[in-house]
């Protein structure tokens, strides 16, 4: 970039001067939550105390002049001094997105005929998470019958999002303060992609974007999903479903994977569950690594390569992860360097693909449950068409006793000789 790049760093509460930034490092992508690591150093030795920085909300600037080029926001999770010079000091700090606080909820709890959409609101405003978006074009059926079993709300949310198609990144607006969680099922509400050259000489002082680089790769990926499984309301269902993958021009199409129980009770859910997990684990079958001057470029923007010498690359992607860095040694005193440098390498996919998580392993309960049957009020036998009776498990805080406890289950009862009907 040319000259004229700097940097800032704003925390609610302190003064714009606080801190100067010497360096900084951004990872995104795709279904993660974002890490911004920022060095920085400051005046205020003797009167900044971690209280006034942890918790706070933090926003980096990247400027070009007085042209905003880049901001990320997030609050502040780790706050580090390190030395003194006699002037100033030196400090690092780990800002991270709302939605990162879910990570220390944990939680066993069960959600009845809920969507993944009511399931997921209740979880961001229970984690303080208001700013967001859901982009949701395909159906995402009720479930009967949904637990986070000891899990993270984290956790459980990106499990139930892998089950579903659905991935998440961070959209930056071009006000400097605007930012907003993405939740999306479909690479169709992706925004309308950015042009860039490809230039492999760029200088250090270039006043445009370019694509310095480009790695293109494709690898062998499961090349089909079968999925399979039984509900006893219709034992002679066949429960089975299978997808096979695209693209599949540079390998095998020997590469099936079973997955049995498949996690669902019915057709919608059986086909879109074997499609979600054919899209997840084919979404890195075909990828290429760049790096560019621009910092515009973040999981979930779209680039349209030109001016490479082989055409073929001269196409539009999207971006599902990257790595900003930036520096100014110039901000501490005596130090002068090279200027202020930054670079920003991320991972492509072409555009046409829906990018889904692959699927992730539900927790495993160890041994029997205990558990209280439970009805309304005054009756004593309380079965559905099944002859199921209603129960609360121990650990479920929310539900009460009586006709809408925990879930319904089956019942077996013990005869003589230790015989089971």
């Not at 920022?38 to 205020?44: E, I, L, Q």
């Not at 559905?384 to 650990?395: H, I, Q, T």
Request: overall charge negative.
């Amino acid at each position: 970039m040319p000259s004229g790049l700097r940097f800032t760093l704003d925390v609610d509460g302190l003064s714009p001067d606080t801190f100067t930034v010497v360096s900084f490092h951004y990872t995104g992508s795709y279904s993660s939550l974002f890490r911004l690591d920022v060095g920085v150093s400051s005046a205020y030795f003797t009167t900044l105390s971690y209280e006034k920085a942890i918790e706070k909300d933090a926003i980096l600037k990247i400027w070009q002049g007085d042209t905003l080029l880049r901001h990320v926001r997030g609050f502040v999770a780790s706050f580090s001094r390190h030395e003194y010079d006699g002037q100033r000091a030196s400090y690092q700090m780990e800002i991270r997105p709302p939605f990162w606080r879910s990570i220390y909820r944990q939680n066993f709890r069960s959600f009845q005929n809920q969507d993944i959409e009511t399931i997921l609101t209740t979880l961001l405003a229970e984690n303080g998470v208001t700013e967001y978006s859901l982009l949701l074009g395909n159906k995402h059926p009720v479930r009967e019958f949904c637990v986070q079993y000891g899990e993270s709300d984290y956790a459980f949310l990106l499990r139930l999002l892998s089950e579903e198609g659905i991935s998440f990144f961070e959209a930056f607006a071009d006000d400097g303060e605007s930012q907003w969680l993405i939740f999306s099922d479909d690479a169709a509400y992706l925004p309308p992609p950015i042009e860039i050259p490809f230039n492999p000489n760029i200088t250090t002082g270039s006043a445009d974007e370019y694509v310095s680089q480009i790695s293109h790769t494709v690898q062998i990926r499961p090349s089909s999903v079968v999925s399979k499984d039984y509900t006893f309301k219709r034992p002679g269902w066949q429960g089975k479903f299978r997808e096979d993958g695209a693209n599949l021009d540079w390998q095998r199409s020997q590469y099936e994977i079973f997955d049995y129980p498949g996690r669902f009770k019915d057709e919608q859910h059986g086909r879109d569950f074997t499609r979600y997990q054919m899209d997840g684990f084919r979404s890195n079958a075909e990828i290429a690594l760049c790096e560019s001057n621009s910092p515009r470029l973040w999981a979930g923007q779209r680039l349209t390569l030109t001016e490479h010498p082989l055409d073929s690359l001269n196409t539009t992607w999207q971006v599902v992860a990257s790595e900003l860095y930036g520096e100014q040694p110039q901000a501490r005193p005596g130090q002068r360097g090279q200027g202020t440098v930054m670079n920003n390498r991320f991972r492509l996919i072409p555009a046409d693909i829906t990018w889904r998580p692959a699927p992730l392993p539900k927790p495993k309960v160890d041994g029997p449950q205990s558990a209280t049957v439970t009805g309304p009020e005054g009756e004593e036998i309380f079965c559905d068409e099944y002859g199921r009776v209603r129960v609360k498990f121990a650990w479920d805080r929310y539900n009460k006793l009586n006709q809408d406890s925990s879930c319904w289950v089956r019942v077996s009862q013990g005869m003589g000789r230790n015989r089971v009907w």
